[in-house]
């Protein structure tokens, strides 16, 4: 087994893959090399030193899988195994993925190659893998029991087809699905255009990521697989924020962002201050008169979205779920609303008891995205993050888009915080307050200036005529 960084040592360079001229003949008639990765750093692009050119993408907290070429076929190798994920630092879950990750490296082919996936399984049961969005032959698609036999545990299985078609697709089993897929099986897959195509735009920087959720329950490891519903962990790449790395680029550069859903409900993603098109879907690009701007697209349940815009604005700028409860971790879940509730009868006595007890949200949740408390072992506060200005209060799936000038082509590495020009930046006001008009206890506002709700009678009204209901 080869890790990513004996790889790279070995070709003496970041993201090469294994080139045709270097393999022997005899290794040509066994298994391609398998090579993993232990860390989950986003990895730079993988530039393709043989077969046809293309600009690849970066996996965000992921990498791409190498291939070998064999008489003309890219030959990739997956091994589905269980995995130790860091969902963000202080916590790991234990999940199943493929060569040493959840999710999986992404595949990155193009249109018109014949591509050759060697499965492995290292599971402790059966699996497939479907090729989400790929037209290919019946045989190949990866039901199991319906197009193939079931991988067996310590098999491997071999697919083999053309990428006919480019787009974002994905891949992840059909077999056991509820178990395989809720423990973190599914990686993502890339196939670029072999020509220039008049719906496909050549962009400077192209990003992808799949959303996906555990419930995970503080102080454990495993994913709960009969979840239906009630997550507490909304990853992308099966990292939580602040675990998930900034998608970093230059000023002026063309962006694409792709993403596939994978969890049992829609995301409704929003990026700040920029606009940008649905350009692409898991059916393929979209055609440009169903295309106007946009700052928050959903992504269904099993679908793929591929969005592009222009960075024109320099800045951070926040790119996440707009459902609220999807930007908060594992803690900030089944926690009751305390807010108007008076506490400072009963702390004191419940402290004389429990010394560690704490007040959670009498007068909101905010207190808790800089509050330093013991939490249970492996696992995230509710709220985390530090930003240049304090507590960025947010988890789950959040990431920042950051747009610098000085940002060099190519270069991925994080710049660090945007310094706002002076006077670009909200300020406090020093100036006199107006005093705010104040209800009565007579109507008008249920809160009025002595803070006692105003205590209004309900009347009912039966209706008549309806005996006997």
């Given at each position: 087994?080869?890790?990513?960084?004996?790889?790279?040592?070995?070709?003496?360079?970041?993201?090469?893959?294994?080139?045709?001229?270097?393999?022997?003949?005899?290794a040509m008639a066994a298994l391609p090399e398998l090579i993993t990765m232990d860390k989950p750093d986003t990895m730079p692009p993988l530039q393709p030193p043989n077969g046809r050119l293309y600009n690849p993408v970066v996996t965000l907290n992921g990498w791409t899988l190498p291939w070998r070429m064999n008489k003309g076929v890219k030959e990739f190798h997956l091994v589905a195994e269980p995995v130790v994920r860091e969902i963000a630092p202080g916590m790991k879950a234990h999940l199943w993925g493929y060569n040493g990750q959840s999710p999986g490296p992404t595949i990155e082919v193009v249109e018109g190659d014949r591509v050759r996936i060697f499965v492995t399984n290292r599971l402790p049961e059966h699996t497939t893998i479907h090729w989400h969005g790929q037209r290919l032959p019946n045989g190949m698609d990866g039901v199991g029991g319906l197009n193939q036999k079931q991988i067996p545990?310590?098999?491997?299985?071999?697919?083999?087809?053309?990428?006919?078609?480019?787009?974002?697709?994905?891949?992840?089993?059909?077999?056991?699905e509820m178990t395989q897929m809720a423990m973190g099986m599914m990686g993502f897959w890339v196939t670029h255009p072999k020509h220039q195509h008049p719906l496909i735009e050549v962009v400077d920087r192209d990003f992808c990521f799949l959303l996906n959720a555990y419930d995970i329950d503080p102080g454990s490891y495993t994913p709960q697989v009969n979840t239906m519903l009630d997550f507490n962990l909304w990853t992308w790449n099966s990292r939580a924020f602040p675990g998930i790395d900034s998608l970093n680029v230059r000023k002026g550069d063309k962006v694409r962002i792709r993403m596939g859903n994978l969890t049992m409900t829609n995301h409704p993603m929003h990026l700040h201050g920029h606009e940008f098109v649905v350009s692409g879907t898991d059916g393929g690009p979209t055609p440009i008169g169903s295309r106007w701007p946009e700052v928050t697209t959903d992504v269904a349940v099993g679908q793929m979205r591929q969005i592009e815009f222009l960075a024109d604005e320099e800045g951070d700028w926040a790119f996440h779920c707009h459902k609220s409860h999807h930007t908060m971790n594992a803690m900030g879940?089944?926690?009751?609303?305390?807010?108007?509730?008076?506490?400072?009868?009963?702390?004191?006595?419940?402290?004389?008891?429990?010394?560690?007890?704490?007040?959670?949200?009498?007068?909101?949740?905010?207190?808790?995205?800089?509050?330093?408390?013991?939490?249970?072992?492996?696992?995230?506060?509710?709220?985390?993050?530090?930003?240049?200005?304090?507590?960025?209060?947010?988890?789950?799936?959040?990431?920042?888009?950051?747009?610098?000038?000085?940002?060099?082509?190519?270069?991925?590495?994080?710049?660090?915080?945007?310094?706002?020009?002076?006077?670009?930046?909200?300020?406090?006001?020093?100036?006199?307050?107006?005093?705010?008009?104040?209800?009565?206890?007579?109507?008008?506002?249920?809160?009025?200036?002595?803070?006692?709700?105003?205590?209004?009678?309900?009347?009912?009204?039966?209706?008549?005529?309806?005996?006997?209901?």
């Open positions: 087994m080869t890790t990513r960084r004996e790889f790279f040592r070995n070709l003496g360079m970041a993201g090469g893959a294994v080139a045709a001229a270097s393999v022997s003949s005899v545990v310590g098999k491997t299985f071999v697919y083999e087809f053309v990428a006919r078609r480019p787009g974002t697709f994905m891949y992840h089993p059909h077999a056991d879940h089944d926690v009751p609303t305390m807010i108007g509730v008076d506490h400072r009868g009963v702390v004191k006595q419940i402290t004389d008891l429990i010394p560690d007890y704490m007040v959670m949200g009498e007068r909101g949740m905010a207190d808790m995205g800089a509050m330093e408390m013991p939490i249970p072992d492996n696992t995230l506060p509710m709220m985390t993050g530090q930003g240049p200005y304090g507590a960025v209060e947010m988890g789950g799936m959040f990431s920042m888009l950051k747009v610098r000038r000085d940002q060099k082509p190519g270069d991925y590495r994080d710049p660090g915080w945007y310094k706002q020009p002076a006077g670009s930046q909200a300020y406090e006001w020093m100036g006199p307050v107006a005093e705010a008009p104040r209800a009565t206890t007579h109507g008008g506002m249920s809160m009025p200036a002595n803070g006692k709700p105003v205590n209004q009678e309900l009347t009912v009204r039966k209706p008549g005529k309806h005996a006997g209901h």
